[in-house]
C-alpha cells in the first residue's frame, strides 16, 4: 500500500495544492490562521489575484512552495515537504492545509487504488 500511496504522490499533491490556492484546509474550512494585516490581504488578491476569500491564506507568493511540494509516506503515515527556506514556518502555522481535504478523500483514494491494482496486476503476472 506503501508503494501505491508514493505512486499517487503527485496526484495528491496536486489535490492539496489546488485546495490552498482556493484557501481551503482538511476540513474544507478556510485556511486559519488569516492575515495578520488588511493590506497585505488586499494585495494578494490585486497583486496575484487569489483565489482564495479575502484575508484567507492561499500559502502562494512566487509559487515555489507549491511547484517543489511533494508528498512522502512514513510508516503508515503521509506527509508534504517543499524545497523551500520557509516551508517549516508555513507547515507550522498551516498544518491544516498540508492534508487532503474531506472533499478530495475520494479523489485521493482513487488514485491509490488505480496505483494499488496496477501494482497487484504486475505482481501476480
Request: hydrophobic share 35%; glycine share 4%.
Given at each position: 500500500?506503501k508503494?501505491?500511496?508514493?505512486?499517487?504522490g503527485s496526484?495528491?499533491?496536486?489535490?492539496?495544492?489546488?485546495q490552498?490556492?482556493?484557501?481551503?484546509?482538511?476540513n474544507?474550512?478556510?485556511?486559519?490562521?488569516?492575515y495578520?494585516t488588511?493590506?497585505?490581504?488586499?494585495?494578494?488578491?490585486?497583486?496575484f489575484?487569489?483565489?482564495?476569500?479575502?484575508?484567507?491564506?492561499?500559502?502562494?507568493?512566487s509559487?515555489?512552495?507549491?511547484?517543489?511540494?511533494?508528498?512522502?509516506?512514513?510508516?503508515?503515515?503521509?506527509?508534504?515537504?517543499?524545497?523551500t527556506?520557509?516551508?517549516?514556518?508555513?507547515k507550522?502555522?498551516?498544518?491544516?492545509?498540508?492534508?487532503?481535504?474531506?472533499?478530495?478523500?475520494?479523489s485521493?483514494?482513487?488514485?491509490?487504488?488505480?496505483?494499488?491494482?496496477?501494482?497487484?496486476?504486475?505482481?501476480?503476472?
Open positions: 500500500m508503494r501505491a500511496i508514493e505512486m499517487s496526484d495528491i499533491t496536486e489535490l492539496v495544492t489546488e490552498q490556492v482556493k484557501g481551503m484546509d482538511k474544507d474550512s478556510n485556511i486559519r490562521p488569516s495578520t488588511e493590506r497585505y490581504a488586499r494585495e494578494k488578491i490585486s497583486r489575484a487569489s483565489e482564495a476569500p479575502a484575508g484567507t491564506p492561499d500559502l502562494k507568493r509559487g515555489e512552495t507549491h511547484r517543489t511540494m511533494s508528498l512522502f509516506v512514513k510508516g503508515s503515515v503521509y506527509d508534504f515537504n517543499a524545497q527556506r520557509y516551508f517549516t514556518h508555513l507550522k502555522r498551516y498544518n491544516d492545509a498540508y492534508a487532503v481535504a474531506k472533499s478530495n478523500l475520494k485521493a483514494q482513487s488514485f491509490v487504488t488505480s496505483n494499488f491494482i496496477s501494482i497487484f496486476k504486475n505482481e501476480t503476472k
